[in-house]
T-cell receptor
Framework: GAGVSQSPSNKVTEKGKDVELRCDPI?????LYWYRQSLGQGLEFLIY????????KSGLPSDRFSAERTGGSVSTLTIQRTQQEDSAVYLC???????????FGEGSRLTVL | DQQVKQNSPSLSVQEGRISILNCDYT??????FLWYKKYPAEGPTFLIS?????DKNEDGRFTVFLNKSAKHLSLHIVPSQPGDSAVYFC???????????FGAGTTVTVRA
C-alpha cells in the first residue's frame, strides 16, 4: 500500500505479557516515529529513527519499552512485562526527514487487562 | 509537562458557520506550528501549518492565525461542513527539531 501500515490494529493482552507492534513506513521515507495516545491525552513522542543515525529514544517511558528498525524500513516496538498504564493507541509515522508533515498509520490499540 | 495545550476538548457548530479552534503553547522556542485532523480509527493527517515568521496562513476554508506574543494560535474553518467533524490536534516544533509536541485535541462536531 501507499500509506503507513501498522499491525496489529487491536491487541488485548494480560498484565505481565510482552507485546510487539509493527510499523511498515512509506517506501522511501527515511524518518520514522513512534507516538502513543493515552485516553484524553495528546500524542506523546516515544522514539525517532532517521536513516542510519542512532535513534532518539528520549521519549520511551521505561526500560520495558524498546524499538528497532531493520534495514531502514520496518520498525518493531516491543513492550515487555506490560502494565495497565501501557494501554493506549500506539501510532507510527514516517516522513522524508524535513520538519512538520508526518504521515501516520492507523495505530495499534493496546489494551492491557 | 504539556507544552501545547488545547483547553477546549470539544466544539459543536452549525453547518455553514465558522469553527474556531484554539491552541496555547508555553515553549518560546517553538517556531513551527501545525494542525492535524483525525477521523475515528484513522491516523492523524496533516491539515495546515504556519512558520513563526508569519501571523496568518490560509488554505481554502482553513486559516491558521499565530500570535507569538500571546503564545497562541487558532484554526478557523469557514464555512464548516459535516465532513469537518473530527478531532483536531495542534502541534509545534522548535528550531527544526524533528520532534513534534502535540496538544490533547479538540473534537469538532458540525451539526446539519
Amino acid at each position: 500500500g501507499a500509506g503507513v501500515s501498522q499491525s496489529p490494529s487491536n491487541k488485548v493482552t494480560e498484565k505481565g505479557k510482552d507485546v510487539e507492534l509493527r510499523c511498515d513506513p512509506i517506501s522511501g521515507h527515511t524518518a520514522l516515529y513512534w507516538y502513543r495516545q493515552s485516553l484524553g491525552q495528546g500524542l506523546e513522542f516515544l522514539i525517532y529513527f532517521q536513516g542510519n543515525s542512532a535513534p532518539d529514544k528520549s521519549g520511551l517511558p521505561s526500560d520495558r519499552f524498546s524499538a528497532e528498525r531493520t534495514g531502514g524500513s520496518v520498525s518493531t516496538l516491543t513492550i515487555q512485562r506490560t502494565q495497565q498504564e501501557d494501554s493506549a493507541v500506539y501510532l507510527c509515522a514516517s516522513t522524508t526527514g524535513g520538519t512538520g508533515e508526518l504521515f501516520f498509520g492507523e495505530g495499534s490499540r493496546l489494551t492491557v487487562l | 509537562d504539556q507544552q501545547v495545550k488545547q483547553n477546549s476538548p470539544s466544539l459543536s457548530v452549525q453547518e455553514g458557520r465558522i469553527s474556531i479552534l484554539n491552541c496555547d503553547y508555553t515553549n518560546s522556542m517553538f517556531d513551527y506550528f501545525l494542525w492535524y485532523k483525525k477521523y475515528p480509527a484513522e491516523g492523524p493527517t496533516f491539515l495546515i501549518s504556519i512558520s513563526s515568521i508569519k501571523d496568518k496562513n490560509e488554505d481554502g476554508r482553513f486559516t491558521v492565525f499565530l500570535n507569538k506574543s500571546a503564545k497562541h494560535l487558532s484554526l478557523h474553518i469557514v464555512p464548516s461542513q459535516p465532513g469537518d467533524s473530527a478531532v483536531y490536534f495542534c502541534a509545534a516544533s522548535a528550531g527544526g527539531d524533528y520532534k513534534l509536541s502535540f496538544g490533547a485535541g479538540t473534537t469538532v462536531t458540525v451539526r446539519a
